[in-house]
């Protein structure tokens, strides 16, 4: 419970509280306050119109001053250089007791909130002091924008966020700092060592996109697509680094797809049941042209291409005798490999299950 005190001085009574209007109602005789009584030392009371007038003929005298007159209108509203309080009768708002304390639990006969009764701080249980710094120990919830003009310092960022992310599942690695759009899907293959930062879009909007007054230099798109303003050099591996690229490796301009994560299938032709056996994208990979031994040509389906791919084929074993193997590009998706006799040019039949090596490059 807070104490709401009243403070004397010369003509003046202060009230202290939280909210409303404090009423210490009078219900019978006036408190008895002590004091040495001097000029214009007594107890003033309003009537029902508002004005103050005083109580007693001890106003201006010498002596103690003892009040038990009846105002207008019951409240109590101002004291003047006395010591102590002692024998008042009040109810409602406030209770009296000694050394000129009035205590009030209430305000117009409604409880002080808890709000009203919780000291204030920088931290812990307590109201905070907006004009300082202060520790937030619980989350808070911002459902407003959120702004903040305050210029970094030496060693002393603007937005500052500590601690070490969490570990632990691929649905429960959080990033530290965590962009999550409303109405994304939750991922469920977060790093398990814990991420610094992320974002989880959704729709068509950017994941990131990074400006020099206000033309973009580097961005993300909704589909991974990365856009850098200028060419990026080629980067140096050196020792046991690796350099990774996501669904396709571009050109410098970023107009033509060199080489795809996309695994190429088979389309048509070839014997019967061929495959696919490995791949690295189409970088590399190998195709066994299956079994019958009479097929000489198949078509593969590719990722899309800017304008076509360019390959190179051959055997994955010992070559086949008097024979030479091309691709030609039949769409942006897709390529026609062909089984030759290397003197004649005449289509020549696979071996039954041979496999084929192949390697494209997008133009």
């Not at 024998?87 to 000129?100: E, K």
């Not at 304390?101 to 204030?120: E, L």
């Not at 293959?189 to 610094?196: D, K, R, S, V």
Request: aromatic letters at 6%; glycine letters at 12%; charged letters at 5%.
């Amino acid at each position: 419970m807070r104490r709401i005190s009243l403070i004397f001085a010369a003509f003046a009574l202060t009230l202290v509280a939280n909210a409303g209007t404090i009423v210490p109602a009078r219900t019978g005789n006036g408190p008895t306050l002590t004091g040495t009584a001097t000029a214009n030392n007594c107890v003033k009371f309003a009537d029902t119109s508002g004005n103050i007038a005083d109580s007693g003929s001890a106003c201006g005298g010498a002596g103690t001053v003892t009040t038990t007159g009846t105002p207008a209108n019951g409240n109590l509203t101002k004291f003047s250089g006395a010591t102590s309080i002692t024998n008042g009768d009040l109810s409602g708002d406030c209770t009296t007791s000694g050394a000129l304390a009035i205590t009030c639990t209430k305000t117009s006969g409604v409880a002080f909130t808890s709000a009203a009764t919780t000291a204030t701080g920088t931290s812990g249980a307590t109201i905070p002091l907006l004009n300082g710094a202060n520790t937030h120990s619980g989350a808070t919830t911002f459902s407003s924008t959120i702004s903040s003009t305050v210029a970094g310092a030496a060693s002393t960022p603007g937005v500052t966020v500590s601690g070490v992310p969490f570990a632990g599942t691929g649905t429960t690695s959080f990033p530290q700092v965590y962009i999550n759009v409303s109405g994304a899907t939750a991922s469920t293959t977060l790093n398990t060592a814990g991420t610094a930062l992320g974002v989880n879009g959704h729709g068509a909007i950017d994941l990131v996109n990074f400006l020099e007054d206000g033309t973009s230099q580097f961005k993300v798109n909704s589909t991974g697509t990365a856009t850098v303003a200028t060419a990026v050099s080629a980067p140096t591996v050196t020792g046991t680094s690796t350099v990774q690229f996501g669904s396709a490796f571009k050109n410098s301009n970023n107009t033509h797809i060199l080489m795809s994560a996309t695994a190429p299938t088979i389309a048509s032709g070839f014997g019967t049941s061929p495959s696919v056996v490995a791949n690295n994208g189409t970088a590399a990979f190998t195709i066994n042209v299956g079994t019958g031994g009479t097929a000489s040509s198949g078509v593969v389906t590719m990722p899309a291409a800017t304008t076509g791919w360019a390959c190179v084929v051959a055997p994955n074993a010992a070559p086949q005798a008097g024979a030479e193997m091309f691709s030609a590009p039949t769409s942006t998706t897709s390529i026609t490999i062909t089984n030759y006799t290397a003197s004649t040019a005449v289509a020549l039949a696979w071996p039954a299950s041979a496999v084929l090596q192949v390697t494209c490059i997008g133009y």
